[in-house]
């Protein structure tokens, strides 16, 4: 009689680290806020949601080359090849095994972050149409570059939705083509894998050296880089 085919054993492990959770999160929550509040002419508000989204920005980025190994740039982001070869896999219908985002996954994360970099430089140049109102690096600028700074920050916003778009649609399309769950990951920070992928996490101390020092950098952005 054949031997029965061993079933490999799924295992449940940690893939996303608390701080790349709460950043994403915040992020979500927070460029919704940025956007209401800039409709309905909260500029004040709409100003330090936009700190906070530079804190979690500039975070996410030093998390990128400090952090726990899923969140690190070197381990995700990889070269044209790489991108190519897994693009061609995407009509296959099974759930990938990568520990963490794929190799198109990254670009993503890249065009996402790069984009919201470039929507909060543009509005801290940005002024408003009768130059009441602007971000704490208008007067650096005269009134027309200010304008120009805002109608950058108009258009920047609008490719952050396209990204938004593509994105939110990405997970959807792996959710019901792929059957593979990336939601539930980002809120439990644990996901099944045939073997454990023996991911490495930083300590909670760097995480919060990290914020404190992503927290003064926005705090000092918010003061028009002055003392
Ligand atoms: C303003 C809206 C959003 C922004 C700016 C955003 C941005 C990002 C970024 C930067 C990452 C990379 C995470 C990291 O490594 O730090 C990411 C991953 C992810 N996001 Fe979002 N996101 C948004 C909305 C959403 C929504 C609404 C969902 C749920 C439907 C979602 C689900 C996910 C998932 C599942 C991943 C992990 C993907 C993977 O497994 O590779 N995101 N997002
Ligand atoms: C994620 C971050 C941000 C998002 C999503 C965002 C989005 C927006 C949007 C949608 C508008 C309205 C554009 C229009 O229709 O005229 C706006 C206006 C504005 N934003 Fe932001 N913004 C962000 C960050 C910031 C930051 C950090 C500052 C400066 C501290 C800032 C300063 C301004 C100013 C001064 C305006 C008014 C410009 C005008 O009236 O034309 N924004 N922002």
Redesign the pocket.
């Given at each position: 009689m054949a031997e029965p085919r061993a079933v490999e054993a799924a295992v449940r492990a940690k893939l996303w680290d608390g701080p790349?959770r709460l950043?994403?999160w915040g992020?979500?929550v927070l460029?919704?806020f940025s956007w209401w509040s800039a409709e309905t002419g909260r500029l004040t508000w709409h100003r330090w949601s936009g700190y906070a989204v530079v804190g979690l920005v500039v975070f996410?980025i030093i998390w990128g080359f400090v952090g726990s190994g899923s969140?690190r740039f070197s381990r995700f982001v990889r070269g044209p090849a790489a991108v190519a070869a897994y693009f061609r896999t995407l009509p296959n219908r099974s759930p990938t095994d990568v520990p963490?985002?794929?190799p198109l996954?990254a670009l993503s994360?890249l065009a996402?972050?790069a984009l919201?970099a470039v929507q909060v430089v543009t509005g801290l140049f940005a002024v408003d149409l009768d130059g009441f109102e602007g971000g704490p690096l208008s007067d650096r600028v005269d009134f027309d570059t200010g304008r120009r700074f805002a109608a950058w920050h108009e258009l920047s916003f609008t490719g952050?939705q396209v990204l938004?778009a593509l994105?939110?649609a990405a997970?959807i399309f792996y959710l019901v083509y792929k059957r593979n769950n990336?939601?539930g990951?980002?809120i439990s920070g644990r996901r099944s894998f045939a073997r454990d992928p023996g991911l490495t996490f930083a300590p909670a101390w760097l995480a919060l050296l990290v914020a404190v020092l992503a927290g003064a950098f926005a705090w000092w952005v918010s003061k028009g880089l002055r003392f």
């Open positions: 790349t950043v994403h992020l979500v460029i919704a996410r969140a963490g985002h794929n996954g994360v996402i972050l919201l952050i938004v994105h939110v997970v990336l939601i990951p980002m």
